[in-house]
């Protein structure tokens, strides 16, 4: 089954700064690749997601990186900003597939320091 | 508003008690999960629903059981075969379970501590 390492596991930036989250997975028929946020004591929210047809997406100051041959992907946040704090975590899968649900990478927390 | 609610939010359970945790979503999706979150372990999958009346086993479903009787309710138990269900549990919701959109909605979470 597919499995999905995330690095690093904690990381700490200046306000401004930019900050780079890596994924790679291991089953090469993924390909939906999610990101989520999620904030102390809710539940994770999605900001930006990437198909595997695709190998940048941005979105503002967010952007994602996939390479298909490598199996890894990437989040990148420009300018981050103190409200950007928060535990990211990478997702894989394979929506064509028999179960088509998410495998997720173990989290980044992210600290902006002000 | 649309959405997914679990409750409740904060649920305490004496040791050898079952315990079901509430989640219902308005959103029309297919495919429900329940994800059980640990410090340091990222989001483990217990349960997966397809669709009504039909789910299969995640990766930690020992000690856990579900039901899927309606299309908007996933409800999970929690039962004494579990060993460690102190956990913050969240329950996800998606369009369809292997379509082409398969960004899952998350509920804000149940804290469950037993005492």
């Known amino acids: 089954g597919e499995n999905v390492e995330q690095h690093p596991s904690t990381l700490s930036v200046q306000e401004g700064d930019s900050a780079v989250i890596k994924c790679t997975y291991s089953d090469s028929a993924s390909n939906y690749f999610p990101w989520y946020k999620q904030e102390l004591g809710k539940g994770p929210q999605l900001i930006i997601d990437?198909?595997?047809?695709?190998g940048e997406k941005k979105d503002q100051r967010i952007a994602v990186t996939l390479n298909k041959t490598a199996k890894h992907f990437s989040l990148h946040i420009t300018e981050t900003q103190p409200e950007d704090s928060a535990v990211y975590f990478c997702?894989?899968?394979?929506?064509?597939?028999?179960?088509?649900?998410?495998?997720f990478g173990k989290g980044t927390k992210l600290s902006v320091k002000p | 508003d649309g959405g997914i609610t679990q409750s409740p939010k904060y649920l305490f359970r004496k040791e050898g008690q079952n315990v079901t945790l509430s989640c219902e979503q308005n959103?029309?999706?297919?495919?429900m999960y329940w994800y059980r979150q640990d410090p340091g372990q990222g989001l483990r999958l217990i349960y997966y629903s397809q669709i009504v009346n039909d789910f299969q086993k995640g990766d930690i479903a020992e000690g856990y059981s579900v039901s899927r009787e309606k299309k908007e309710s996933f409800p999970l138990t929690v039962t004494s075969a579990q060993k460690n269900p102190t956990a913050f549990y969240l329950c996800?919701?998606?369009?369809?379970?292997?379509?082409?959109?398969?960004?899952?909605?998350f509920g804000q979470g149940t804290r469950l501590t037993v005492v």
């Open positions: 990437i198909r595997s047809n695709v």
């Open positions: 997702a894989a899968s394979n929506y064509g597939g028999s179960q088509g649900n998410l495998i």
């Open positions: 959103l029309n999706h297919d495919a």
């Open positions: 996800a919701s998606s369009l369809t379970g292997g379509g082409l959109n398969t960004e899952a909605f």
